[in-house]
């Protein structure tokens, strides 16, 4: 299986600032990496997939990357909202495996 | 619009039985994959669970960690998917998503709320 090693465990940052999320591969995912983001009361929101590629209605602060096994979601210019959960998951090869997931906390 | 809810959640001694159900609408069902993924509380998010759609057959994948104890299948006349867990655990207790994917792709682009499942004597 592949595993997804996910850091920060928890990440703290004041509105306006960027921030980055890191998600590293046991083995090659290829570019088969997506993001969500995880809020109380409201489904689970799909960011970017297949590494870099922002998923229709997210904006465009919301940004990926990849260098190897290596993954990372950037947010820049925190607004309230994307305050939250963060998971990553791998959707390249069965079992599809998540990360371990970052709490995104008001500084 | 995209639609999924999930229903069949509740209070369950261990070594019972549950059959969660998931009710979709707003696109064409029979063009998707469909997934179980589950939340222990406090936990991250654990995929369960694939139906692929009647072009490839509804084939089936699991997690292995639970092939044993969980069947999924779908009626494509409903738009609906369901999970049948048996045999369960303590362990087992938590909010089950069902979730869309597509034939040509295994991220998932949309969620129901869950339904909590909760494994107590």
């Known amino acids: 299986d592949v595993q997804m090693t996910q850091s920060p465990y928890n990440l703290a940052a004041s509105p306006g600032e960027s921030v980055s999320i890191n998600c590293k591969a046991s083995k090659s995912i290829s570019k088969y990496l997506a993001w969500y983001q995880q809020k109380p009361g409201k489904a689970n929101k799909l960011l970017i997939y297949d590494g870099s590629t922002l998923q229709s209605g997210i904006p465009s602060r919301f940004s990926g990357s990849r260098s190897g096994t290596d993954f990372t979601l950037t947010i820049r210019s925190l607004e309230p909202e994307d305050f939250g959960l963060y998971y990553c998951?791998?959707?390249?090869?069965?079992?599809?495996?998540f990360g371990s997931g970052t709490k995104l906390e008001i500084k | 619009e995209v639609q999924i809810l999930e229903t069949g959640g509740g209070l369950v001694k261990p070594g019972g039985s549950l059959r969660l159900s998931c009710a979709t609408s707003g696109f064409n069902f029979n063009d998707y994959f469909m997934n179980w993924v589950r939340q222990a509380p406090g936990k991250g998010l654990e995929w369960v669970a694939q139906i692929r759609n009647k072009y490839y057959d509804h084939g089936t994948h699991y997690a292995e960690s639970l092939e044993d104890r969980v069947t999924i299948s779908r009626d494509d006349s409903t738009s609906s998917i369901y999970l049948q867990v048996s045999s369960l655990r303590p362990e087992d207790t938590a909010i089950y998503y069902c979730?869309?994917?597509?034939?040509?792709?295994?991220?998932?682009?949309?969620w129901g709320p869950g339904t909590m499942v909760t494994v107590s004597s």
């Open positions: 998951q791998q959707h390249n090869e069965y079992p599809l495996t």
């Open positions: 979730t869309r994917s597509g034939s040509y792709y295994w991220y998932f682009d949309f």
